[in-house]
């Protein structure tokens, strides 16, 4: 009995060790990929191109607790003279996602960049797909960059001097003159004899008839103006408003 107590006390050890090495060397092996992705990330750069040629490179380093990206460029055959820079700098450590990849991290970021015609003149803050959800902390803000980039001003319209205004000239307005009215003799419809009316006179007013007289003004109006068979009428009221 104290034979096979000895046997499964020394089988128990051997498998502890061997289950202690094992976890050992797990740990070690995501230490040394860890350090080899960091190095990837830190000793080689990621290369690209903008829209309008410039080639570019992203470096990346430490600053503390944050972590520095440069992006820096240099133009292209048609644009020789030109170089540039720019520095972002961020916790991206933060990201879960950014510790398990974090050169995919930065490749992200140069997919962006390489849409651009100046790498340096994008957005303030990049946020790359697999930590968008984390915090402004966690992404990577511009920091500064060489030559300065100075949008310029619009230049405000010139103002045209304006002109007096000239007041409209107002015609006079012209009152148009009283036309009187004219009698104008009533035509007997055909086949009907003339109708004599009888004109009613106001019944507040009770006025005589005066005496024909032939010679007078108003029998010579009655005359012009009237037919023949009211001579008599409009002589009456000819006299009637002379009066």
């Not at 008839?209 to 103006?225: F, G, I, L, N």
Request: aromatic share 8%.
């Amino acid at each position: 009995m104290r034979v096979r107590m000895r046997m499964l006390l020394l089988l128990l050890a051997a498998t502890v060790c061997v289950s202690n090495a094992q976890t050992n060397n797990s740990i070690n092996d995501n230490k040394q990929q860890q350090q080899q992705q960091q190095r990837s990330i830190w000793d080689e750069p990621i290369r690209f191109s903008t829209k309008t040629k410039d080639s570019c490179t992203m470096v990346v380093s430490g600053a503390g607790d944050y972590t520095r990206l440069r992006v820096s460029c240099k133009g292209s055959s048609q644009t020789p003279g030109r170089s540039y820079y720019c520095d972002f700098q961020g916790k991206p450590n933060l990201c879960r996602a950014y510790n398990l990849n974090p050169r995919h991290f930065f490749t992200q970021i140069m997919w962006e960049l390489r849409k651009l015609n100046h790498a340096c003149q994008g957005a303030k803050i990049y946020r790359p797909q697999m930590c968008k959800k984390y915090s402004e902390e966690a992404q990577m803000t511009f920091l500064a960059s060489w030559p300065k980039t100075t949008t310029p001003k619009p230049s405000k319209p010139v103002q045209e001097p304006r002109k007096p205004a000239v007041p409209a000239q107002t015609k006079p307005i012209t009152t148009p003159k009283p036309v009187k009215p004219q009698p104008q003799p009533i035509k007997p419809q055909p086949g009907k004899g003339p109708v004599n009316k009888k004109a009613t006179p106001k019944p507040a007013k009770t006025t005589t008839r005066p005496t024909e007289q032939p010679d007078s003004k108003a029998s010579r109006m009655a005359s012009e103006y009237c037919w023949k068979s009211f001579h008599g009428i409009c002589t009456y009221f000819i006299g009637w408003f002379q009066n």
